[in-house]
């Protein structure tokens, strides 16, 4: 619960999110205010050590106090743990994978680069787990994965 996800409508958060998180351990938090690319507010945070990216319930307490004490404070100091309020919704968070077997595949979704995310993404959702994992558009597999769909079309 609360871990970033791909889903529907370029919304980066499913689920509410977790309540708290320690400051200590914030690297960055991204406020999403509602668009039209997702209808609800999103508050991601990038931890420290991890490099892993949670979703942070919006309605928390903790959540609202930051929010609020960022807004007041944008000249602060310690800027290197304040929100980054962003505009871009990009669905994959590095360059994915370079290969993913097609019998494993349930779903493909393409993403065009557009004014929400300015890179190509591919969405592919596995057999059996409905995980969801990014795929690389760069790589042979994908484009040649591109090149075949748009033939039997």
């Known amino acids: 619960m609360g871990m970033m ?4 409508g370029r919304c980066l958060c ?6 708290f998180i320690r400051p200590r351990s914030i690297k960055t938090i991204e406020v999403y205010f509602p668009s039209t690319f997702c209808e609800k507010m999103e508050v991601i945070v990038t931890l420290k050590n991890k490099k892993v990216q949670k979703c942070l319930n919006p309605d928390s307490e903790f959540a ?3 929010i609020r004490n960022t807004q007041r404070s944008k000249s602060s100091s310690s800027s290197e743990r304040m929100a980054v309020v962003s505009t871009g919704r990009c669905l994959c968070i590095d360059e994915g994978v370079n290969f993913i077997k097609l019998k494993n595949i349930q779903k493909v979704e393409v993403y065009a680069a557009s004014s929400s995310c300015e890179k190509m993404e591919i969405i592919v959702t596995l057999k059996g787990t409905g995980e969801k994992k990014c795929l690389n558009p760069e790589s042979k597999f994908a484009k040649n994965f591109i ?3 748009q033939r039997h079309k």
Request: aromatic letters at 6%; charged letters at 25%; a positive charge.
């Open 5 to 8: 996800i791909v889903s529907r």
């Open 147 to 149: 090149k075949k769909s």
């Open 14 to 19: 499913i689920g509410p999110g977790v309540n």
């Open 64 to 66: 609202k106090n930051f």
